[in-house]
């Protein structure tokens, strides 16, 4: 593989929708030691706030501990009483301009689908990166929206801003993207529910 990126630390993760156990805190550790994630997204879609505040406290001394970006999924109100490195926001969400009052100059990142007009909306809105997806079948979230390579190529000619793929992401398909020059991969599913390799197995195949 051709490489095309100074940083090894490509990848972009995101937590189970649930976190049931204390062993994972134990695999989280064994992930990030791997120096292969720079970013790391608390995603709880069901959880009551009281358990996400608890559960991000952990998390984010964990991140803190192996040099990787704490985020907050949704939530810009959460990510600030989590003081977290930022939040990711989705269309639905609350806008960039609204949560850059509430975050200041923290990282905000916003999901743009597979549309050219929302990631012309992200560029001119300064998001601090842009997902682009899904890019293959998920098993972690009902796919909406189809991207495309050409989609990830336009983006890439546009903007500087960083540019993350999302969906389905795995072993045999993550090459051909950073072949493409995206800057990050956003994986969850291919960690966390792996029925073949356990979460520090199934990231240090990804190289």
């Known amino acids: 593989m051709r490489k095309n990126r100074v940083n090894k630390k490509f990848i972009y993760l995101i937590s189970p929708n649930r976190i049931k156990d204390n062993l994972f805190y134990y695999n989280l550790e ?114 909406k929206f189809k991207a495309s390579i050409e989609l990830l190529n336009y983006a890439k000619n546009i903007t500087n801003i960083p540019i993350i793929p999302i969906g389905g992401i795995k072993f045999s398909n993550y090459k051909k993207l950073l072949l493409n020059k995206a800057n990050f991969l956003a994986i969850s599913g291919y960690i966390w529910n792996n029925k073949k390799y356990k979460p520090l197995d199934a990231i240090k195949k990804l190289k």
């Open 30 to 143: 064994q992930v990030l030691k791997t120096k292969k994630v720079s970013y790391f997204q608390l995603r709880l879609k069901s959880e009551k706030r009281k358990a996400k505040i608890s559960i991000g406290k952990k998390i984010k001394k964990i991140c803190k501990k192996y040099n990787v970006k704490f985020l907050v999924n949704d939530d810009p109100q959460l990510a600030k009483k989590l003081n977290s490195d930022g939040c990711h926001l989705g269309q639905k969400d609350m806008s960039i301009l609204k949560a850059r009052k509430i975050l200041k100059n923290k990282i905000i990142g916003i999901t743009c689908h597979n549309s050219i007009n929302l990631i012309k909306k992200a560029v001119k809105d300064n998001a601090s990166y842009i997902a682009i997806g899904a890019f293959f079948a998920s098993r972690t979230k009902k796919v």
